[in-house]
């Protein structure tokens, strides 16, 4: 980058191909973990993960901005000589492609907003169903891991699958997703979530949604987990307000492609090959 940062990134796909898809993974603090969506479409478009600044393969010891976030995808998009591209971002993802779609407008084709972004009065559902789908020993027991200061790997790794056992659909297969995922998902760039988390605090998304609305591609969607803890209802609300269509996968939370791959794959393939013109069943490619 422009500032020397060094970026990981990995491509899949036919990289002379127009526009590209690029993922953006969540977080914030959190590595890239959307190789499985990724892979779901990369015979439709050549598709581009990153990790982004201060996470995985992406070394960075600085300050986090959201601006310098979004122009980091700007920079990419250069390296990887695409004018624009099909951003897709999940989770806080899908609030720095909003971001980004507002700071670099010209350079966003089209987007998908998966399990994101959550706009409104959303926490204190969010923090009930949360509860809801733990045990009154668990949540004391997440409540502990946090206070605790310099905690061992196995303490982290405990604490992640706490966290995030409630995002699944399916309770005890949740566990278990959570479990690997707090061992593969790490480390957690706690510095970079709280700057990244503040700074969305301070000037949230809810106040630029007539801006973010101007400037949003005309192929713009929203998905989400029908039974994701984050109440479905906030996303319906933001679809209403940004005037763009919202998809419910059912008896999935907040990676739905984790309990329910094939309903995301479909509505994946048939998005991207309508963003970037990709031949389907039936289409002649002449």
């Excluded at 979530?193 to 591609?217: F, I």
Aim: net charge neutral; with cysteine; aromatic share 4%.
């Amino acid at each position: 980058m422009t500032d020397g940062a060094r970026l990981g990134w990995t491509a899949l796909g036919d990289r002379t191909r127009q526009p590209p898809v690029v993922m953006l993974h969540g977080g914030p603090g959190l590595p890239d973990d959307l190789g499985d969506v990724a892979a779901m479409v990369a015979d439709l478009a050549p598709v581009y993960r990153y990790d982004q600044r201060g996470t995985g393969r992406s070394a960075w010891q600085g300050r986090h901005r959201l601006a310098r976030h979004g122009d980091d995808l700007a920079e990419l998009l250069d390296a990887w000589e695409a004018p624009e591209a099909v951003l897709i971002g999940h989770s806080y993802g899908a609030d720095l492609a909003s971001r980004i779609c507002m700071a670099h407008p010209g350079r966003v084709a089209a987007m998908l907003l998966m399990c994101g972004p959550f706009t409104g009065d959303w926490h204190a559902a969010y923090r009930a169903e949360r509860a809801a789908r733990m045990s009154a020993a668990q949540r004391q027991r997440l409540r502990a891991l946090k206070e605790t200061p310099d905690r061992t790997r196995e303490q982290e790794t405990e604490l992640l699958t706490l966290a995030w056992c409630t995002d699944h659909a399916d309770p005890e297969r949740g566990w278990h997703r959570a479990a690997r995922d707090a061992r593969r998902r790490r480390p957690v760039n706690w510095a970079m979530n709280r700057e990244l988390g503040g700074e969305g605090q301070t000037h949230p998304l809810d106040e630029h949604l007539a801006e973010l609305r101007a400037c949003l591609p005309a192929r713009t969607e929203l998905l989400g987990g029908a039974d994701d803890p984050r109440p479905v209802s906030a996303l319906a609300s933001l679809a209403l307000r940004l005037g763009r269509p919202l998809t419910r996968i059912e008896n999935a939370g907040h990676e739905p492609w984790s309990e329910q791959p094939d309903a995301v794959r479909a509505h994946l393939r048939r998005f991207v090959r309508d963003a970037v013109g990709a031949p389907g069943p039936g289409r002649s490619t002449g």
